[in-house]
């Protein structure tokens, strides 16, 4: 009895291990076929970017092919103009002379001097843009930190006032003129006649106290 126990212990055990190893084997397929396909799939991205690397530099050198064309021909260009120029002028030939004698050769530019002094005139005139776009851009920068100085300060003057107190206050009271009585009036109109005698005009003295004119008076009388 405990040697059939032992072997169905044994076949158990076997089984077991059986299983156990198919699992392994599972396994181990399923890994290599999980690293067969990222090893396809980063394969077909390598090509993707070699394709578009390739495509990338026949762009390239067609662009270079086609400034190259663009610059001999506007080489040529200026080569037909310098010519056309120098028919217009209708300069002498180098074998004739203005003297018939045989003047000196001219010196004309060669393609590389023509392509030198296009070349510096675009570089120039990329210089000079770059110039007006840089000031544009300071310019409109300057403007908006203006605005935003003034939206600052628009915020902070709302700010303060709201922040001031605006219960238990007293109303400003009016200034009202205050009334003057004929005394007092009569008393200003004595003074500024005092400090001015010369304007004074005939019989406007009759109601002061002393009941003398002043000699302006007099006077003033005897002229009228």
Do not use: I, Y
Not at 19 to 47: G, L
Not at 87 to 111: D, F, I, R, W, Y
Not at 199 to 208: F, I, M
């Amino acid at each position: 009895k405990r040697e059939a126990e032992e072997a169905q212990q044994r076949e158990e055990e076997a089984a077991r291990r059986a299983v156990e190893e198919a699992a392994r084997q599972k396994a181990e397929q399923e890994e290599a076929q999980r690293r067969a396909k990222e090893e396809a799939k980063r394969k077909v991205e390598e090509e993707a970017k070699q394709a578009e690397e390739a495509e990338r530099l026949r762009k390239e050198e067609e662009d270079a092919k086609q400034k190259r064309d663009e610059e001999a021909k506007r080489v040529a260009r200026l080569l037909e103009l310098e010519q056309a120029r120098r028919e217009a002028e209708q300069l002498p030939t180098p074998e004739e002379g203005a003297n018939g004698q045989g003047a000196p050769e001219e010196k004309k530019m060669s393609v590389e001097e023509l392509k030198e002094k296009a070349a510096l005139d675009a570089s120039l005139w990329a210089r000079k843009q770059a110039a007006v776009r840089k000031q544009a851009k300071v310019e409109k920068q300057g403007e908006g930190l203006l605005k935003a100085a003034r939206r600052q300060k628009r915020d902070w003057v709302q700010q303060w006032v709201q922040a001031l107190p605006t219960g238990d206050l007293e109303p400003v009271p009016e200034n009202k003129p205050e009334k003057v009585r004929p005394a007092q009036k009569e008393a200003m109109a004595r003074r500024k006649r005092t400090r001015s005698p010369t304007l004074t005009p005939p019989g406007s003295e009759a109601g002061d106290s002393d009941g003398q004119r002043g000699p302006a008076g007099g006077q003033h009388t005897e002229q009228g």
